[in-house]
């Protein structure tokens, strides 16, 4: 498989994630619900770490994904809850045209819980008779393949087929090049974590987490450091200063700083691995 990105969230600071976002040259928010997208520390899925919240129509968190391999097929992976009501339908995650301008596919929840495929050109696509539950956690896992004519759609909630279509108009625009994947909010109220997006190699995962890890300690450390007690103390930040650079290591020579990390559990089966520098 290959993984082209992942995203755990538990590295952002718990609080509105504006200004967190434009710290990221592939993350963006869409205008003008900015502020009522917020990270988490509470009702975690597992009882730990940090998860995405989105409360808005249009409030999508966007993952770009233009010059990147993935091209015209994307596998995306992620834990899944909403909560508040389901009286209302709510697109949940969006894979976008080339120029980022509309979908070629989404994915929305209907008042119930089914799950309906649209495409952005053509209407509803299908619509599941399975049903998700308010305020329960799923692993949500999509493959769309994006064609005009022979396009294809697979969703499955944990494990289970609630989608798979095929023969379908699944391209938007005049290219089936994926622009970006988006997740979206709603009256619902949409929570995300352990976001994986893979392109047309991948695979289904089956239920994951991202483990987020972060230096614990100095290893071998020869670059100097401002704004912290020791080297690594500088580059561990939890939720990062965004708008003042008051830790850090630097060097102007070709040295190397070594740190030391905290462990995963000794019965996890890795599958990728991802680091995140700023």
């Known amino acids: 498989m290959a993984i082209v990105g992942m995203e755990g969230f538990d590295y952002f600071q718990t609080s509105a994630i504006d200004l967190q976002i434009n710290d990221h040259i592939n993350y963006s928010m869409q205008q003008p619900f900015?502020?009522?997208?917020?990270?988490?520390?509470?009702?975690?899925?597992?009882?730990?770490?940090?998860?995405?919240?989105?409360?808005?129509?249009?409030?999508?968190?966007i993952i770009n994904t233009s010059g990147t391999t993935i091209t015209s097929t994307v596998?995306?992976?992620?834990?899944?809850?909403?909560?508040?009501?389901?009286?209302?339908?709510?697109?949940?995650?969006?894979?976008y045209n080339q120029a980022v301008s509309g979908a070629h596919v989404f994915f929305r929840i209907n008042p119930g819980g089914t799950i309906t495929a649209w495409s952005g050109s053509s209407g509803a696509l299908g619509q599941s008779t399975q049903n998700?539950?308010?305020?329960?956690?799923?692993?949500?896992?999509?493959?769309v393949v994006v064609n005009n004519g022979a396009g294809t759609i697979n969703l499955k909630v944990d494990g289970v087929d609630f989608l798979n279509l095929s023969g379908k108009i699944t391209q938007s625009g005049a290219s089936s090049q994926i622009g970006a994947i988006g997740l979206g909010g709603g009256p619902g109220r949409c929570f995300y974590d352990d976001l994986v997006w893979q392109d047309a190699t991948g695979d289904y995962l089956g239920d994951s987490t991202i483990d987020t890890l972060l230096p614990v300690g100095n290893s071998s450390i020869t670059w100097d450091y401002t704004g912290g007690a020791t080297n690594y103390d500088c580059v561990n930040d939890i939720g990062p200063d965004v708008t003042i650079d008051s830790q850090y290591v630097y060097t102007s020579v070709n040295e190397s700083d070594y740190y030391t990390y905290g462990t995963i559990p000794t019965d996890s089966a890795v599958d990728a691995l991802c680091i995140t520098y700023r």
């Open 34 to 61: 900015l502020n009522t997208a917020r990270i988490h520390d509470t009702g975690q899925r597992f009882g730990t770490g940090k998860y995405l919240g989105l409360y808005q129509n249009l409030n999508d968190f």
């Open 75 to 95: 596998y995306v992976s992620f834990a899944f809850k909403t909560s508040i009501n389901l009286l209302y339908s709510t697109d949940f995650l969006i894979i």
């Open 132 to 143: 998700i539950n308010l305020d329960t956690w799923y692993w949500v896992e999509a493959k």
